[in-house]
Protein backbone atom coordinates (compact mmCIF):
# COMPACT_ATOMS: atom_id res chain seq x y z
CA UNK A 1 0.00 0.00 0.00
CA UNK A 2 1.26 3.26 -0.65
CA UNK A 3 1.88 5.49 2.36
CA UNK A 4 2.42 8.94 2.98
CA UNK A 5 5.52 9.80 5.73
CA UNK A 6 7.01 12.61 7.10
CA UNK A 7 10.89 12.95 6.82
CA UNK A 8 12.30 14.34 10.26
CA UNK A 9 15.98 14.49 10.83
CA UNK A 10 16.94 11.85 14.05
CA UNK A 11 17.28 14.11 16.63
CA UNK A 12 13.69 15.34 16.10
CA UNK A 13 12.00 12.17 15.72
CA UNK A 14 10.41 12.18 19.23
CA UNK A 15 9.59 16.03 19.02
CA UNK A 16 7.76 15.67 15.57
CA UNK A 17 6.08 12.32 16.36
CA UNK A 18 4.75 13.90 19.37
CA UNK A 19 3.55 17.07 17.82
CA UNK A 20 1.46 14.77 15.08
CA UNK A 21 0.37 11.91 17.68
CA UNK A 22 -1.22 14.71 19.71
CA UNK A 23 -2.91 16.22 16.42
CA UNK A 24 -3.97 12.13 15.20
CA UNK A 25 -1.63 12.36 12.38
CA UNK A 26 0.15 9.19 12.89
CA UNK A 27 -0.44 6.39 10.78
CA UNK A 28 -0.91 3.36 13.02
CA UNK A 29 0.42 -0.41 11.86
CA UNK A 30 3.11 1.00 9.79
CA UNK A 31 6.72 1.29 10.89
CA UNK A 32 8.83 4.11 10.82
CA UNK A 33 11.62 4.10 8.11
CA UNK A 34 14.88 4.79 8.18
CA UNK A 35 16.43 7.11 5.07
CA UNK A 36 20.20 7.76 5.49
CA UNK A 37 20.28 10.19 8.76
CA UNK A 38 16.94 10.77 9.00
CA UNK A 39 13.58 8.95 9.92
CA UNK A 40 10.03 8.39 7.76
CA UNK A 41 7.39 8.95 10.00
CA UNK A 42 4.21 7.56 8.54
CA UNK A 43 1.29 9.69 8.28
CA UNK A 44 -2.37 9.83 7.45
CA UNK A 45 -2.54 13.24 6.00
CA UNK A 46 -0.46 15.53 4.26
CA UNK A 47 1.39 17.68 6.77
CA UNK A 48 1.85 21.54 5.95
CA UNK A 49 5.68 22.88 6.40
CA UNK A 50 7.02 19.13 6.30
CA UNK A 51 8.92 17.30 3.97
CA UNK A 52 6.98 14.23 2.22
CA UNK A 53 7.68 11.21 1.18
CA UNK A 54 5.60 8.16 -0.35
CA UNK A 55 6.88 4.26 0.21
CA UNK A 56 4.76 0.80 -0.91
CA UNK A 57 4.68 -0.57 2.33
CA UNK A 58 3.16 -2.98 4.36
CA UNK A 59 0.52 -2.35 6.48
CA UNK A 60 0.18 -4.88 9.37
CA UNK A 61 -2.91 -5.31 11.48
CA UNK A 62 -1.98 -4.80 15.56
CA UNK A 63 -1.30 -8.75 16.88
CA UNK A 64 -3.18 -8.77 20.25
CA UNK A 65 -1.14 -10.59 22.46
CA UNK A 66 3.09 -10.95 22.19
CA UNK A 67 2.35 -14.59 22.41
CA UNK A 68 -0.01 -14.26 18.81
CA UNK A 69 2.46 -11.57 17.59
CA UNK A 70 5.15 -14.63 17.71
CA UNK A 71 3.01 -17.52 16.41
CA UNK A 72 5.06 -19.19 13.81
CA UNK A 73 8.14 -17.45 14.58
CA UNK A 74 9.34 -19.02 17.72
CA UNK A 75 9.24 -22.67 17.83
CA UNK A 76 6.65 -24.41 20.83
CA UNK A 77 9.37 -24.82 22.65
CA UNK A 78 10.33 -20.93 23.03
CA UNK A 79 6.86 -20.19 22.91
CA UNK A 80 6.69 -22.39 26.20
CA UNK A 81 9.65 -20.31 27.15
CA UNK A 82 8.51 -17.05 26.51
CA UNK A 83 7.46 -14.62 29.65
CA UNK A 84 4.78 -12.67 28.09
CA UNK A 85 4.49 -10.25 31.12
CA UNK A 86 6.38 -6.86 30.82
CA UNK A 87 5.82 -3.49 32.65
CA UNK A 88 5.61 -0.19 30.32
CA UNK A 89 6.62 3.04 31.86
CA UNK A 90 6.32 5.44 29.51
CA UNK A 91 6.75 4.57 25.65
CA UNK A 92 9.24 2.00 26.79
CA UNK A 93 8.35 -1.38 27.25
CA UNK A 94 10.46 -3.58 29.82
CA UNK A 95 10.30 -7.40 29.49
CA UNK A 96 12.50 -10.38 30.85
CA UNK A 97 13.91 -12.32 28.28
CA UNK A 98 14.33 -15.84 29.40
CA UNK A 99 17.96 -17.92 28.50
CA UNK A 100 17.52 -20.06 26.34
CA UNK A 101 15.40 -16.86 23.59
CA UNK A 102 18.74 -14.76 24.27
CA UNK A 103 19.10 -15.26 20.23
CA UNK A 104 15.10 -13.94 19.86
CA UNK A 105 15.70 -10.84 21.63
CA UNK A 106 15.40 -8.29 18.82
CA UNK A 107 12.61 -10.26 17.22
CA UNK A 108 10.64 -10.70 20.38
CA UNK A 109 11.79 -6.78 20.93
CA UNK A 110 10.19 -5.96 17.63
CA UNK A 111 7.14 -7.88 18.26
CA UNK A 112 6.37 -6.12 21.26
CA UNK A 113 6.71 -2.84 19.45
CA UNK A 114 3.88 -3.75 16.97
CA UNK A 115 1.48 -5.39 20.36
CA UNK A 116 1.30 -2.11 22.79
CA UNK A 117 0.34 0.92 20.63
CA UNK A 118 2.41 3.95 21.69
CA UNK A 119 5.48 1.72 23.14
CA UNK A 120 8.64 3.06 21.00
CA UNK A 121 11.70 1.56 23.17
CA UNK A 122 11.70 -2.16 24.03
CA UNK A 123 13.80 -2.85 27.03
CA UNK A 124 15.21 -6.16 27.94
CA UNK A 125 15.63 -6.39 32.56
CA UNK A 126 19.50 -7.40 32.47
CA UNK A 127 19.23 -8.74 36.54
CA UNK A 128 17.05 -7.79 39.41
CA UNK A 129 17.45 -4.60 41.07
CA UNK A 130 20.09 -4.14 43.07
CA UNK A 131 22.77 -1.86 45.18
CA UNK A 132 21.54 1.26 47.32
CA UNK A 133 19.68 3.05 44.43
CA UNK A 134 17.64 -0.03 43.73
CA UNK A 135 18.37 0.30 40.06
CA UNK A 136 17.49 -2.59 37.25
CA UNK A 137 20.08 -2.99 34.35
CA UNK A 138 18.51 -2.85 31.45
CA UNK A 139 19.20 -2.74 28.04
CA UNK A 140 17.13 -1.30 24.73
CA UNK A 141 16.62 -4.37 22.44
CA UNK A 142 14.28 -2.70 19.91
CA UNK A 143 13.35 0.78 18.93
CA UNK A 144 14.95 3.73 19.55
CA UNK A 145 18.01 3.73 21.14
CA UNK A 146 17.14 5.40 24.69
CA UNK A 147 16.38 4.65 28.52
CA UNK A 148 14.72 8.01 29.15
CA UNK A 149 10.99 8.64 29.48
CA UNK A 150 7.92 10.73 30.67
CA UNK A 151 5.68 8.46 32.41
CA UNK A 152 2.28 9.76 33.33
CA UNK A 153 0.53 8.09 36.48
CA UNK A 154 -2.42 9.88 38.12
CA UNK A 155 -2.51 12.98 36.12
CA UNK A 156 1.32 13.82 36.97
CA UNK A 157 4.35 13.35 34.59
CA UNK A 158 7.50 12.04 35.49
CA UNK A 159 10.67 12.02 33.66
CA UNK A 160 13.22 9.58 34.40
CA UNK A 161 16.16 7.10 33.57
CA UNK A 162 15.14 3.44 33.77
CA UNK A 163 18.45 2.60 33.08
CA UNK A 164 19.95 4.67 36.23
CA UNK A 165 16.87 5.23 38.91
CA UNK A 166 14.51 3.07 40.39
CA UNK A 167 11.33 3.03 39.18
CA UNK A 168 8.33 0.39 39.17
CA UNK A 169 5.10 1.61 37.64
CA UNK A 170 2.98 -1.52 40.15
CA UNK A 171 2.85 0.99 43.30
CA UNK A 172 0.46 3.00 41.15
CA UNK A 173 -2.13 2.72 43.30
CA UNK A 174 -0.39 2.56 46.61
CA UNK A 175 0.79 5.64 45.79
CA UNK A 176 -2.56 7.31 45.41
CA UNK A 177 -4.13 5.52 48.41
CA UNK A 178 -1.09 7.44 50.56
CA UNK A 179 -1.48 10.36 49.22
CA UNK A 180 -5.15 10.45 49.43
CA UNK A 181 -5.00 9.96 53.57
CA UNK A 182 -2.86 13.48 53.67
CA UNK A 183 -4.59 16.29 55.60
CA UNK A 184 -4.40 19.92 55.25
CA UNK A 185 -1.82 21.35 57.08
CA UNK A 186 0.45 18.48 57.12
CA UNK A 187 3.91 17.97 57.25
CA UNK A 188 5.01 14.89 55.39
CA UNK A 189 8.50 13.24 55.03
CA UNK A 190 9.12 11.45 52.19
CA UNK A 191 11.87 8.94 52.47
CA UNK A 192 13.70 7.32 50.08
CA UNK A 193 11.83 9.30 47.44
CA UNK A 194 13.20 8.48 44.27
CA UNK A 195 12.29 10.76 40.98
CA UNK A 196 9.16 11.91 43.63
CA UNK A 197 6.23 9.45 42.69
CA UNK A 198 4.78 9.93 46.07
CA UNK A 199 6.10 13.13 47.78
CA UNK A 200 4.94 15.19 43.78
CA UNK A 201 1.33 13.46 43.69
CA UNK A 202 0.72 14.49 47.93
CA UNK A 203 1.89 17.84 46.55
CA UNK A 204 -1.03 17.83 43.88
CA UNK A 205 -4.17 16.06 46.02
CA UNK A 206 -3.18 17.96 49.25
CA UNK A 207 -2.32 21.23 47.84
CA UNK A 208 -3.48 22.53 51.36
CA UNK A 209 0.15 20.58 53.09
CA UNK A 210 2.10 22.54 54.94
CA UNK A 211 5.45 20.98 53.56
CA UNK A 212 6.38 17.51 52.15
CA UNK A 213 10.20 16.30 52.07
CA UNK A 214 11.29 14.51 49.56
CA UNK A 215 14.59 12.61 50.55
CA UNK A 216 16.72 10.66 47.71
CA UNK A 217 20.24 9.46 47.75
CA UNK A 218 20.44 8.87 44.38
CA UNK A 219 21.93 11.75 43.07
CA UNK A 220 20.82 10.84 39.42
CA UNK A 221 17.06 10.67 40.80
CA UNK A 222 17.40 13.82 42.80
CA UNK A 223 18.13 15.81 39.20
CA UNK A 224 15.14 14.08 37.44
CA UNK A 225 13.31 15.11 40.91
CA UNK A 226 13.87 18.47 40.81
CA UNK A 227 12.86 18.65 37.14
CA UNK A 228 9.65 16.73 38.04
CA UNK A 229 8.62 19.07 40.83
CA UNK A 230 8.96 21.98 38.09
CA UNK A 231 7.12 20.09 35.65
CA UNK A 232 4.18 19.30 37.93
CA UNK A 233 4.09 22.37 39.57
CA UNK A 234 4.52 21.60 43.27
CA UNK A 235 7.49 24.33 43.68
CA UNK A 236 8.15 25.27 46.95
CA UNK A 237 5.75 22.73 48.81
CA UNK A 238 7.71 19.51 47.80
CA UNK A 239 11.40 20.03 48.94
CA UNK A 240 13.99 17.67 47.47
CA UNK A 241 17.08 16.83 49.69
CA UNK A 242 20.03 14.75 48.44
CA UNK A 243 21.68 12.11 50.81
CA UNK A 244 21.13 9.31 53.29
CA UNK A 245 18.07 9.60 55.45
CA UNK A 246 19.95 8.60 58.29
CA UNK A 247 22.13 12.07 58.03
CA UNK A 248 19.62 14.11 56.62
CA UNK A 249 16.22 13.61 58.17
CA UNK A 250 17.01 14.35 61.92
CA UNK A 251 17.92 17.64 60.47
CA UNK A 252 14.61 18.63 58.58
CA UNK A 253 12.30 18.32 61.98
CA UNK A 254 9.22 16.54 62.95
CA UNK A 255 6.69 15.18 60.23
CA UNK A 256 3.23 14.44 61.00
CA UNK A 257 3.12 11.50 57.86
CA UNK A 258 6.25 9.30 56.98
CA UNK A 259 6.77 7.23 54.19
CA UNK A 260 9.43 4.31 53.64
CA UNK A 261 8.66 2.77 50.29
CA UNK A 262 12.37 1.09 50.50
CA UNK A 263 10.70 -2.41 50.97
CA UNK A 264 14.18 -3.75 50.66
CA UNK A 265 15.48 -2.66 54.09
CA UNK A 266 13.21 0.02 55.56
CA UNK A 267 13.49 -1.49 58.85
CA UNK A 268 16.64 -0.45 59.28
CA UNK A 269 15.72 2.74 59.04
CA UNK A 270 12.65 2.51 61.64
CA UNK A 271 14.34 4.50 64.17
CA UNK A 272 14.96 7.58 62.57
CA UNK A 273 11.31 7.66 61.59
CA UNK A 274 10.54 6.73 65.19
CA UNK A 275 12.71 9.87 65.56
CA UNK A 276 10.85 11.99 62.75
CA UNK A 277 7.47 11.24 63.93
CA UNK A 278 5.39 14.15 65.56
CA UNK A 279 2.71 12.96 68.14
CA UNK A 280 -0.24 11.07 66.58
CA UNK A 281 2.05 10.66 63.14
CA UNK A 282 1.55 8.15 61.02
CA UNK A 283 4.27 6.07 59.05
CA UNK A 284 3.40 4.04 55.94
CA UNK A 285 6.11 0.89 56.48
CA UNK A 286 6.84 -0.75 53.23
CA UNK A 287 8.60 -4.35 53.88
CA UNK A 288 9.06 -7.44 51.80
CA UNK A 289 7.98 -10.65 53.76
CA UNK A 290 6.96 -14.56 53.09
CA UNK A 291 3.73 -14.61 52.05
CA UNK A 292 2.59 -17.02 54.97
CA UNK A 293 3.11 -14.28 57.87
CA UNK A 294 2.70 -11.22 55.43
CA UNK A 295 0.73 -9.42 58.13
CA UNK A 296 2.50 -10.07 61.36
CA UNK A 297 6.74 -9.48 60.36
CA UNK A 298 6.18 -5.73 59.85
CA UNK A 299 3.86 -5.03 62.51
CA UNK A 300 5.98 -6.41 64.87
CA UNK A 301 9.13 -4.82 63.46
CA UNK A 302 7.39 -1.28 63.18
CA UNK A 303 6.19 -1.84 67.33
CA UNK A 304 9.53 -3.58 68.38
CA UNK A 305 10.96 -0.12 66.47
CA UNK A 306 8.43 2.03 68.78
CA UNK A 307 8.89 0.29 71.77
CA UNK A 308 13.12 0.63 71.56
CA UNK A 309 12.10 4.49 71.20
CA UNK A 310 10.41 4.50 74.28
CA UNK A 311 7.22 5.26 72.15
CA UNK A 312 4.03 3.62 71.84
CA UNK A 313 1.83 3.41 68.83
CA UNK A 314 -0.63 0.75 67.02
CA UNK A 315 -1.17 -0.80 63.43
CA UNK A 316 -4.07 1.24 61.72
CA UNK A 317 -4.28 -0.46 58.74
CA UNK A 318 -2.28 -3.10 56.50
CA UNK A 319 -2.19 -4.56 53.10
CA UNK A 320 -0.83 -6.59 50.62
CA UNK A 321 0.90 -4.43 48.14
CA UNK A 322 1.66 -7.05 45.24
CA UNK A 323 3.31 -10.10 44.78
CA UNK A 324 7.06 -9.83 44.48
CA UNK A 325 8.03 -13.25 43.49
CA UNK A 326 7.69 -16.92 44.46
CA UNK A 327 6.20 -16.50 48.34
CA UNK A 328 7.19 -13.35 49.39
CA UNK A 329 4.93 -10.50 49.21
CA UNK A 330 5.09 -6.73 49.66
CA UNK A 331 3.39 -5.13 52.41
CA UNK A 332 2.61 -1.81 53.89
CA UNK A 333 1.92 -1.50 57.75
CA UNK A 334 0.54 2.43 58.70
CA UNK A 335 1.37 2.83 61.86
CA UNK A 336 0.01 5.79 64.40
CA UNK A 337 3.06 6.57 66.77
CA UNK A 338 2.35 7.87 70.05
CA UNK A 339 4.89 9.93 71.74
CA UNK A 340 5.12 9.71 75.60
CA UNK A 341 3.13 6.99 75.91
CA UNK A 342 2.30 5.50 79.67
C1 LIG B 1 12.37 1.16 46.03
S1 LIG B 1 12.96 2.74 45.53
C2 LIG B 1 11.50 3.73 45.73
C3 LIG B 1 11.58 5.02 44.97
C4 LIG B 1 10.28 5.82 44.90
N1 LIG B 1 9.69 6.03 46.20
C5 LIG B 1 9.29 5.18 43.96
O1 LIG B 1 8.25 4.69 44.38
O2 LIG B 1 9.58 5.15 42.75
C6 LIG B 1 13.93 3.17 46.94
C7 LIG B 1 14.74 4.47 46.76
O3 LIG B 1 15.43 4.72 47.98
C8 LIG B 1 16.71 5.25 47.70
N2 LIG B 1 17.55 4.99 48.88
C9 LIG B 1 18.12 3.82 49.26
N3 LIG B 1 18.77 3.96 50.42
C10 LIG B 1 18.59 5.25 50.79
C11 LIG B 1 19.02 6.01 51.93
N4 LIG B 1 19.77 5.46 52.90
N5 LIG B 1 18.68 7.32 52.00
C12 LIG B 1 17.92 7.89 51.02
N6 LIG B 1 17.48 7.21 49.93
C13 LIG B 1 17.82 5.92 49.82
C14 LIG B 1 17.14 4.52 46.43
O4 LIG B 1 18.14 5.23 45.73
C15 LIG B 1 15.81 4.40 45.68
O5 LIG B 1 15.65 5.47 44.79
Not at 34 to 59: A, F, T, Y
Not at 151 to 179: I, K, M, Q, W
Not at 278 to 291: L, N, R, S
Amino acid sequence: MLVRFVRVPQQDTERVRRELDTKGQVLRGVRFLHKDDDVLIPVNCDVQGMEMVERDVEVVQRPRSLSEALEGVLTDEQMAQLRTSFDVVGDIAVVEVPEGLEDMEATIGDALLSVIGGVRVVCRKMGPTAGEFRVRPVRVIAGEQRTTTVYREHGCNYELDLSRVYFSPRLATERARVASLVRPGETVMGMFAGVGPFTILTARVQPAVERIWSVELNPEAVTYMKRNIKRNRVTGTVLAVQGDVREVVPALGRADRVFMPLPKGAHAFLDVAMAAAADDAIIHFYHFTPEDVRFEEGAALIQAAAEEADMGGEVVFQRQVRSFSPGICQVVVDFRVTRNAP
